[in-house]
């Protein structure tokens, strides 16, 4: 009897070193399951990697049962595009921003609001507390499951005109954002020419000079090789874009309890590792840039109050899109991330 339990508390304490979860893959109900799993950057960026690691890790978690075909580049479709196969359950998985996801939930907007983290660390402790639950969860009546937020990251603009040093530096750029709302007001009441486009055209049109200028956090600026066709990185830091990691409600509503768990381990891993990267990777990649000879700038602390502003007013049209619930849930969400 004693001996017994010693050695499952030894199994148990092994288990928690490895990082191996509740669910051991030789007692659990699993069967065999392939998934397609889409992303919009690049295979060599961090949604790349960490996609290969979401792979690798469902194979381990489940003996090999569940094979993961990741797909890069935008291959299986645009975020918008894949949102859409998931809900029909024509692809099982995939990770993109958040921010399309308002065509299907507008409350998913509130992570768009600009100026609403004061570092990624708070970030974290919102999007994976409760509050960030809630939102993940109120995408299973739209047909989608939301797992877990990996990080994109803070935002910054890229042009091929003039440094962004002054707000009034945007007027007339031809800017792409993403096709949100928020964003296109956002844009236009700082004065740049903002264009909705999928990230999946954006290269192409930075090239050929349709567009100026985008914005993006400098990992994905690096990653996308947007420093070939752009001169000009403003550090505005204007929003932090999480990344968020679906399921199509079909799929999981197929997946027994044990599947389930394992499916939810991986993914809680891959969010770990994909944000330690990220971490890592931004560093880098501002070096890389300036070496591949793009201009950086920091904007003046009076010029990020002017845009400041400007936002403030965005956010205020903003209340009666999400909703005061939504909103209150967010500032007291952050209140409590900042303690
Ligand atoms: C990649 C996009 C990208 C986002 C954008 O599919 O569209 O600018 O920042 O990361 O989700």
Redesign the pocket.
């Known amino acids: 009897m004693k001996k017994t339990m010693l050695k499952t508390l030894t199994a148990a304490a092994l288990g928690l070193a490895l990082g191996v979860s509740a669910v051991s893959a030789s007692a659990a109900d699993i069967s065999t399951r392939l998934i397609r799993f889409g ?3 690049n295979q060599d960026s961090k949604q790349g990697r960490a996609a290969d690691y979401f792979v690798q890790r469902m194979s381990e978690l489940s003996g090999g049962k569940f094979k993961v075909k990741a797909f890069g580049g ?1 291959s299986l479709g645009s ?1 918008i595009q894949m949102q859409n196969a998931l809900i029909g359950g024509a692809q099982e998985m995939m990770v ?2 958040t921010s399309t996801l308002v065509g299907i939930d507008k409350r998913m907007g509130v992570w768009d609001l600009p100026f609403l983290f004061d570092s990624a660390e708070q970030a974290d402790k919102v999007l994976d507390g409760p509050y960030g639950q809630k939102l993940l969860d109120n995408l299973q009546d739209q047909g989608l499951v939301g797992l877990v937020y990996w990080e ?1 990251g803070f935002r910054n603009m890229t042009n091929s005109k003039r440094p962004i040093e002054k707000m009034s530096d945007m007027d007339g750029v031809k800017l792409r954002v ?1 096709q949100n709302p928020m964003y296109l007001d956002l844009f236009k009441s700082m004065g740049a020419n903002a264009v909705p486009m999928s ?1 999946s055209e954006l290269f192409t049109a930075l090239e050929t000079k349709a567009v100026d200028g985008q914005e ?1 956090p400098v990992t ?1 600026i690096e990653s996308s090789k947007f420093y070939e066709v752009q001169k000009y990185l403003s550090l505005t830091q204007h929003v932090y ?1 999480p ?1 968020i990691v679906l399921m199509s409600k079909s799929f999981w509503d197929k997946l027994n309890d044990d599947e389930k768990a394992i499916v939810m381990q991986a993914a809680r891993d891959s969010r770990d590792f994909e944000r330690k990267d990220s971490r890592e990777q931004s560093v880098k990649a501002m070096a890389f840039l300036k070496e591949h000879g793009m201009e950086i700038n920091e904007v003046a602390p009076e010029e990020l109050a002017k845009m400041r502003e400007k936002a403030a007013a965005v956010i205020q049209t903003q209340a009666s899109v999400l909703g005061q619930d939504t909103l209150d849930g967010l500032n007291a969400a952050i209140a409590a991330a900042k303690q």
């Open positions: 992303y919009g950057l935008a975020d993109g921003s994109n993403m990230f993006n994905t874009s990344w």
